[in-house]
């Protein structure tokens, strides 16, 4: 049975269930004999986590199969299952569709790679195309659990900052907690006028989502000031008012906020006084804070007044090859399986530094059969290739402050790590163009470094 049988009959199968990524792993793995230990070091997942996401899926399919399936006996109950679809199929072939038979169909329909949706946004929950980066799923998720906690995201654009919070919103709801998300790229640019009207559309938000009527002019007194009528709205009302179990507030996108001085040096500072007073009050343990955000050139920085030195930071990773490899056995590329595909696949994930989003989109590429991997990276770099457009808005962000375009100049001038100054080197690393150790820097990836070579090497000219 190829790869691309075990995937239909298992969809089909479990048709209102979706897998997730770590599913199709190990479905693939005990399809292939290994072992529970052979794929948690391979996955770098804990043995009993891995043995737990098989046994859940062996039940899944033997409730939905009406017998007992197992991991020793996978085959046969798969095998079995297609020969009855086949059986089955030949004769609605032979009724409708003449010579053509139906197991043909049927692999030509489910994988049809105008299905597999363009790379854009956070993945949903369940997606098969979520791949997981341990310990980040585990240890978000675990300290979510702890009283009074404040969790920061950070990470450039398209790392998956989004699809962590959601996942990590999706097990805080199924252990009971109330979610409150806010968006800030939602607010009107009026709501930033001041302190005082941010902080009365933020308690607003929350009330709303609380299913509390907002209240806020029996709480809200000029005289103790914004910052202390908000503490006080959500102390004496918002947590009183709700049942025992903790909220999460989720707060996604916050450089929003960053654009806005006058607000940031009081907003950010006041939720981690709030996040401080849960040590000493209990009605303050019921709030659980997550704040993400990147930063990008417009960012006024202050370096040396970090409103965050408390609570745990989460920075997401590349994806490391053999996370490349799963994504591209999501992507259906079965010739990334074993080792041979991953010596193909080591060329992309070096070009892109393993950056999640340029990943999916040369996946995307190479599932439609548009072009083959060799020529999706002789191309990467210039106006022909698939990423031509991500560069495009990189140039016009860094065209927008000529400091760090002469920085991003110094940077791919040499292959040698270049001293930078801490304020351009920390809104180039916020902007995914390159790592940092201190204030030296180097290009993320090939891909950024062959293409502003070429681009800002025209600019120079000029």
Not at 75 to 84: G, T
Not at 120 to 136: F, V
Not at 418 to 425: F, K, Q, T
Request: with cysteine; net charge negative; proline share 5%.
């Amino acid at each position: 049975m190829f790869v691309e049988d075990i995937l239909q009959a298992v969809e089909r199968i479990l048709q209102d269930k979706p897998l997730a990524s770590i599913q199709w792993f190990v479905l693939y793995q005990s399809w292939l004999g290994k072992t529970y230990g052979e794929m948690a070091e391979e996955s770098g997942y804990r043995n009993n986590y891995i043995k737990e996401v098989g046994s859940e899926l062996w039940q899944d399919l033997s409730v939905a199969l009406g017998k007992r399936v197992t991991k020793k006996n996978l085959h046969l109950a798969l095998n079995k299952y297609l020969e009855d679809k086949i059986g089955d199929g030949e004769n609605q072939s032979q009724q409708d569709l003449g010579e053509e038979s139906s197991l043909e169909m049927v692999s030509s329909d489910f994988f049809s790679a105008s299905k597999m949706e363009f790379p854009s946004g956070p993945l949903p929950l369940g997606s098969p195309l979520y791949i997981n980066r341990p310990p980040l799923e585990e240890l978000v998720c675990n300290e979510i659990l702890y009283p009074g906690c404040l969790i920061r995201i950070k990470a450039p654009r398209k790392t998956g900052k989004s699809s962590l919070l959601n996942r990590m919103i999706a097990y805080a709801r199924e252990q009971g907690y109330q979610i409150v998300y806010l968006d800030f790229q939602e607010a009107d640019q009026d709501v930033f006028a001041s302190l005082d009207k941010f902080l009365r559309w933020f308690c607003v938000n929350v009330s709303r989502q609380l299913n509390l009527l907002p209240c806020l002019d029996d709480f809200w007194d000029t005289e103790m000031g914004s910052k202390v009528s908000c503490k006080i709205y959500f102390e004496a009302y918002l947590l009183q008012y709700i049942d025992n179990s903790p909220v999460v507030l989720a707060l996604n996108e916050v450089h929003r906020v960053f654009e806005h001085p006058n607000i940031a040096q009081d907003f950010l500072p006041m939720l981690r006084f709030w996040h401080e007073q849960a040590k000493q009050e209990q009605i303050w343990q019921k709030l659980r804070m997550v704040v993400v955000h990147t930063t990008e050139i417009y960012i006024p920085l202050k370096l040396n007044q970090s409103p965050f030195n408390v609570g745990i930071t989460i920075t997401l990773p590349p994806l490391t090859l053999n996370q490349v490899q799963n994504l591209a056995l999501c992507y259906r590329l079965h010739w990334a399986a074993d080792s041979e595909g991953a010596k193909r696949l080591a060329p992309l994930q070096a070009m892109v530094g393993g950056h999640p989003y340029l990943v999916s989109l040369a996946l995307y590429h190479l599932c439609q059969e548009e072009m083959t991997l060799e020529v999706l990276l002789e191309t990467a770099s210039t106006p022909v290739g698939i990423y031509s457009q991500h560069l495009r808005e990189l140039l016009s962000l860094l065209q927008i402050e000529p400091e760090l375009m002469s920085a991003m100049q110094q940077v791919i001038a040499t292959d040698e790590k270049v001293e930078l100054d801490a304020i351009a080197a920390y809104k180039l690393e916020s902007m995914g163009l390159v790592k940092l150790n201190g204030n030296q820097a180097h290009a993320m990836c090939e891909l950024y470094r062959l293409y502003f070579s070429q681009q800002l090497g025209k600019h120079s000219a000029y």
